[in-house]
């Protein structure tokens, strides 16, 4: 027997927020973090929670470490909420997940029961499609976590617009970047189905109309719009299939060199397409459905690397690690510990080629010169 995980109810659209009424009288917990606060996001939350006790955890940073985990359960269990909310980007989207993971286990080891409570996402940026996934990532000095668990999932997302109506370019372009990375890896993995494959191409799509637009005028609703549903759509079809090295990799590049995790896939992205050729058909089939020349497999999957390879110049994020100013001696000494990491992650299962250390010390090589073949 399979399934396909429909959990999270999604209020879209502007004025969505304003569901979050429904919430009176309850202690709500916000976990968020200190930009959300100064931005006045996090008041206008609280504005359209009437009546109700709130708690507001900002203490959440890029990339949240197990510390801020481990702060935020303890004001988990001091303020013992009825509702959380989570705030933001995907770091606080996934300190939100932990706390409440490890919150429950605490709860379970000691008491051998559960209380569970209401989980709502509001994602303040369109990229990680944490909204609608059971997966966490957390950062244990230069390690990145992946934790999946379907305690995780949230109850409710709310996609409202207004939120990414002041987004930085960086953050339009990294982020944007990550949907196609969740949306490709997604039709490409060895999990793949026809409900995940739907969704992964529809986010594609419309990724290729909209993101380059969203990125030159954040004001413009529609592509903005769009770009915040490609987000959540990739997320619901990773969630239910799996990602691929493409994560991987861009789990420890990334954490090793403090580099975004949109912007660390989008480096990545056209290496892994040449390595996999076990996924070369399904990279034609997105070509062939974007209209993309595409006469063959092979120049279907070109015709892909060189979609994203534009997409990348247009929105300036460098072609390889080399082109980030890193000293091949610092990228070569880490690779024994980028090997280690990949080995280790929960995305690399999924991946649709299963690569030996000779190929995956090849690989690394490729994405720090830039060159596919």
């Given amino acids: 027997m399979k399934e396909f995980k429909l959990k999270p109810e999604i209020k879209y659209g502007c004025e969505s927020l304003v569901w979050i009424n429904n919430l009176k009288s309850k202690k709500i917990l916000i976990v968020t973090d200190k930009t959300m606060v100064k931005l006045g996001l996090v008041d206008k939350v609280i504005s359209n929670l009437n009546g109700s006790e709130v708690k507001v955890f900002d203490k959440v940073e890029p990339n949240p470490t197990i510390e801020v985990i481990e702060d935020g359960i303890k004001e988990y269990f001091m303020f013992n909420p009825e509702v959380i909310i989570a705030l933001g980007g995907g770091s606080p989207i996934d300190a939100c997940k932990g706390i409440i993971y490890f919150s429950y286990k605490i709860q379970k080891e000691h008491k051998g029961d559960i209380k569970r409570i209401p989980f709502i996402a509001i994602p303040t940026t369109s ?121 991987s990799i861009a789990h420890t590049l990334g954490s090793n060199f403090h580099l975004s995790h949109g912007r660390s896939n989008a480096i990545i992205m056209p290496y892994v397409i040449e390595s996999n050729k076990n996924a070369h058909e399904y990279y034609f089939e997105i070509s062939k459905m974007l209209g993309l020349p595409s006469e063959n ?40 510990n980028f090997l280690r990491d990949i080995e280790k992650d929960i995305c690399t299962i999924g991946n649709p080629n299963q690569f030996n250390n000779e ?8 994405i720090y010169y830039g060159q596919c073949r």
């Avoid at 460098?318 to 610092?330: H, M």
């Avoid at 190929?359 to 490729?366: A, C, H, R, S, W």
């Fill in 127 to 247: 990229g990680t499609g944490s909204e609608v996934t059971s997966y966490s990532v957390i950062t244990n000095k230069n390690n990145k976590i992946a934790l999946a668990d379907d305690e995780m999932l949230p109850t409710m997302a709310i996609l409202d617009p207004e939120f990414m109506k002041t987004l930085p370019r960086v953050v339009i372009a990294d982020t944007g970047m990550d949907v196609l990375t969740h949306a490709i890896e997604a039709y490409v993995s060895t999990s793949r189905n026809s409900f995940t494959n739907a969704l992964s191409l529809e986010a594609i799509k419309i990724v290729y109309k909209n993101l380059l637009k969203h990125y030159g005028n954040a004001e413009l609703l529609k592509p903005r719009e769009e770009i915040q549903h490609a987000s959540c759509m990739a997320g619901l079809a990773f969630n239910n299939s799996s990602l691929g090295i493409n994560h």
């Fill in 297 to 336: 497999i092979e120049e279907g999957k070109n015709s892909l690397i060189a979609l994203i390879s534009i997409l990348k110049k247009e929105m300036k994020i460098p072609n390889s690690f080399k082109d980030l100013g890193i000293e091949f001696k610092d990228y070569k000494k880490l690779i024994p």
């Fill in 359 to 366: 190929e995956y010390i090849e690989l690394l090589i490729k």
